[in-house]
């Protein structure tokens, strides 16, 4: 079982960046794959990227690409999101979650969640 605790969200004006933690428990969570969710006041969950679980292969939604990065250090049982040029669209409580699978995309059903990070984006 893998527990997950995020960490890095804020307050930041528009055009600016932060990173988001995911700090993992547990031994095995180099075998996990990661991903990172938000939501926004009154709507749905949606992804934002993934990760598998060696670091090497990354996926995002298209509405982020070019902005976020993904990355991950296992000898840390971390995971990051590196969020730059933010935009008011990107005020959402963040989640990372985990799964043990080989193999992810943007489809990926996961297992474990963390409680989220709140990030707001000023205009």
């Known amino acids: 079982q893998v527990q997950l605790v995020e960490s890095g969200g804020g307050l930041v004006q528009a055009g600016g960046s932060l990173r988001l933690s995911c700090a993992a428990s547990?031994?095995?969570?180099?075998?996990?794959?990661m991903g990172w969710f938000r939501q926004a006041p009154g709507k749905e969950r949606e992804f934002v990227a993934a990760?598998?679980?060696?670091?090497?292969?990354?996926y995002y939604a298209d509405s982020v690409k070019g902005r976020f990065t993904i990355s991950r250090d296992n000898a840390k049982n971390t995971g990051y999101l590196q969020m730059n040029s933010l935009k008011p669209e990107d005020t959402a409580v963040y989640y990372c979650?985990?799964?043990?699978?080989?193999?992810?995309?943007?489809?990926?059903?996961?297992?474990?969640w963390g409680q989220g990070t709140q990030v707001t984006v000023s205009s």
């Open positions: 979650a985990a799964r043990y699978i080989i193999m992810v995309d943007t489809t990926t059903t996961y297992d474990y």
């Open positions: 990760i598998n679980w060696s670091g090497t292969s990354t």
């Open positions: 547990g031994r095995t969570f180099r075998r996990y794959a």
